[in-house]
């Protein structure tokens, strides 16, 4: 049998250079739509026959953010559940990555994939409980569904959204744990956030984006996050929609979940450049944050992304238009694609069960802030 490289399925992104052997395995990633990002790669290859397999994505060092491939390290999988860490180096921008003894198939990805049929189970599995009901808002630029998941029946507003960036799959692995938290009927935590609260969640912002292998944008090439201040149903519907029934509902807060390439660590960026930022936001950021950390020691408040000057925040991003439309609480939470390094875990890195995990302590944090939403 000779080595194959494939990558057309859901989410799969590679283009073939070479394949002559398992050591001489040559790829590049595939950019994009409107060609702008590329980073996001997941590919198979088969017929090793217990080779040492050798893979080297030529482009890598043109990557929209090379420096997320600076000590990283991909993901592998034999049975596309179990994802583990494999040795990788970035030298000369080739990023290579080895594969000792490779059985006949193996997965390989920038970080665990998330599927949209695993989407669709997901989506399918909470609407089945009668706690729950589901909307879809509309049709994205290639015609699936935009799904939004409504549970509890309280007056607050809650909003999370995740996945506006596709390939930052971590986000709707942090969707499951959180839903799953939430829908836990003997968790009286959850029960009680329910009567509290209405939840609004749209576990991937993104479908077209994840299908087709992209790492940020949506078919027509838009950053789905940049998009809020003037969204439009002919560039980004999925913005237009969503923004709609905010507007319908109210928010009380919002919760958007992200990945970031290069920082190893979790933690949340706040709305603080906003024109209206309040003292009462800044504090509930604060005690939200310090809750979470309590709730999740993978989560952590000393490292992450530096504040915007006052008035200066950017409005096109979801965090800071719904802090400034609505005068609430907005969040971005950020994961790795790496290690958490204040708690690495080296043979999984940052990894699926890790994010619900994470997930099921933002429903913790919740708690702290809510009596205080309004």
Same mark, same amino acid.
């Given at each position: 049998?000779?080595?194959?490289?494939?990558?057309?399925?859901?989410?799969?992104?590679? &283009?073939?250079?070479?394949?002559?052997?398992?050591?001489?395995?040559?790829?590049s990633i595939?950019?994009?739509?409107?060609?702008?990002?590329?980073?996001?790669? #997941?590919?198979?290859?088969?017929?090793?026959?217990g080779?040492?397999?050798?893979?080297?994505?030529? !482009?890598?060092?043109?990557?929209?953010?090379?420096?997320?491939?600076?000590?990283?390290?991909?993901?592998?999988?034999? *049975?596309?559940?179990?994802?583990?860490?494999?040795d990788?180096?970035?030298?000369?921008?080739v990023?290579?990555l080895?594969?000792?003894?490779?059985?006949?198939?193996v997965?390989?990805?920038?970080?665990?994939?998330?599927?949209?049929?695993?989407?669709?189970?997901?989506?399918?599995r909470?609407?089945?409980?009668?706690?729950?009901?589901?909307?879809?808002?509309?049709?994205t630029?290639?015609?699936?569904?935009?799904?939004?998941?409504?549970l509890?029946?309280?007056?607050?507003?809650?909003?999370?959204?995740?996945?506006?960036?596709?390939?930052?799959?971590?986000?709707?692995?942090?969707? &499951?744990?959180?839903?799953?938290?939430?829908?836990?009927?003997?968790?009286?935590?959850?029960?009680?956030?329910?009567?509290?609260?209405?939840?609004?969640?749209?576990?991937?912002m993104?479908?077209?984006?994840?299908?087709?292998?992209?790492?940020?944008?949506?078919?027509?090439?838009?950053?789905?996050?940049r998009e809020?201040?003037?969204? =439009?149903?002919?560039?980004?519907?999925?913005?237009?929609?969503?923004?709609?029934?905010?507007?319908?509902?109210?928010?009380?807060?919002?919760?958007?979940?992200?990945? *970031?390439?290069?920082?190893?660590?979790?933690?949340?960026?706040?709305?603080d450049?906003?024109?209206?930022?309040?003292?009462?936001?800044?504090?509930?950021?604060?005690? #939200?944050?310090?809750?979470?950390?309590?709730?999740?020691?993978?989560?952590?408040?000393?490292?992450? #992304?530096?504040r915007?000057?006052?008035?200066?925040?950017?409005?096109?991003?979801?965090? !800071?238009?719904?802090? &400034?439309?609505?005068?609430?609480?907005?969040?971005?939470? &950020?994961?790795?694609?790496?290690?958490?390094?204040?708690?690495?875990?080296?043979?999984?890195?940052? =990894?699926?069960?890790?994010?619900?995990?994470?997930?099921?302590?933002?429903?913790?944090?919740?708690?702290?802030?809510?009596?205080?939403?309004?």
């Amino acid at each position: 049998m000779s080595v194959r490289v494939s990558q057309a399925f859901d989410g799969g992104n590679a &283009e073939v250079l070479e394949a002559s052997a398992p050591d001489a395995i040559r790829l590049s990633i595939r950019p994009d739509a409107g060609g702008e990002f590329l980073q996001w790669f #997941y590919f198979r290859v088969s017929g090793a026959g217990g080779q040492d397999l050798v893979i080297r994505l030529e !482009n890598a060092g043109k990557a929209t953010y090379p420096r997320g491939f600076a000590d990283y390290r991909a993901v592998a999988s034999v *049975d596309r559940v179990a994802w583990r860490r494999i040795d990788t180096d970035l030298d000369g921008g080739v990023l290579t990555l080895r594969y000792p003894s490779a059985p006949d198939s193996v997965y390989f990805a920038y970080f665990a994939p998330y599927s949209m049929e695993r989407h669709h189970d997901l989506v399918a599995r909470c609407a089945s409980d009668p706690r729950v009901s589901l909307e879809v808002l509309g049709a994205t630029l290639d015609g699936q569904d935009l799904d939004l998941l409504r549970l509890g029946d309280g007056p607050l507003q809650i909003w999370a959204i995740a996945r506006q960036h596709p390939g930052e799959t971590m986000a709707e692995h942090w969707m &499951e744990g959180f839903l799953a938290r939430l829908l836990d009927a003997d968790d009286p935590l959850a029960r009680q956030l329910l009567a509290a609260a209405t939840f609004h969640v749209v576990p991937n912002m993104n479908p077209d984006g994840s299908r087709r292998g992209h790492l940020r944008t949506n078919a027509a090439g838009a950053n789905l996050n940049r998009e809020w201040l003037e969204p =439009s149903m002919e560039r980004s519907p999925e913005v237009f929609l969503v923004r709609e029934r905010m507007r319908a509902t109210g928010v009380d807060l919002c919760l958007d979940v992200h990945g *970031d390439e290069g920082l190893p660590y979790n933690f949340i960026a706040g709305s603080d450049g906003i024109p209206s930022w309040t003292a009462r936001q800044g504090e509930l950021l604060e005690r #939200y944050k310090a809750a979470l950390a309590r709730a999740c020691p993978d989560f952590q408040t000393a490292h992450g #992304y530096p504040r915007a000057a006052a008035g200066e925040a950017n409005l096109r991003m979801c965090t !800071n238009w719904v802090a &400034e439309t609505f005068g609430c609480l907005a969040m971005t939470l &950020e994961q790795p694609f790496k290690d958490a390094a204040n708690h690495p875990m080296p043979e999984t890195g940052w =990894s699926p069960a890790r994010c619900a995990h994470l997930a099921r302590g933002c429903v913790d944090a919740l708690a702290d802030v809510l009596a205080d939403l309004r």
